[in-house]
């Protein structure tokens, strides 16, 4: 992808199931106060950027 043509090792472990945990509980609606919180501060901080894309 991108032209980028080297072999990456996939996830795995604590950091996987974490991952696969918060995209659980995101697509279901069913945030925990980590989550919300993390939501809060991501719109904090984009709210100070604008990206063009072209």
């Known amino acids: 992808m991108l032209g980028i043509d080297t072999p990456h090792v996939p996830v795995e472990g604590k950091f996987a199931e974490e991952i696969r945990a918060t995209v ?8 925990n106060a980590d989550d919300k919180r993390r939501i809060r501060r991501s719109r904090k ?6 990206a063009v894309w072209e």
């Open 24 to 31: 659980r509980r995101v697509s279901t609606g069913q945030l």
């Open 45 to 50: 901080v984009l709210q100070n950027y604008d």
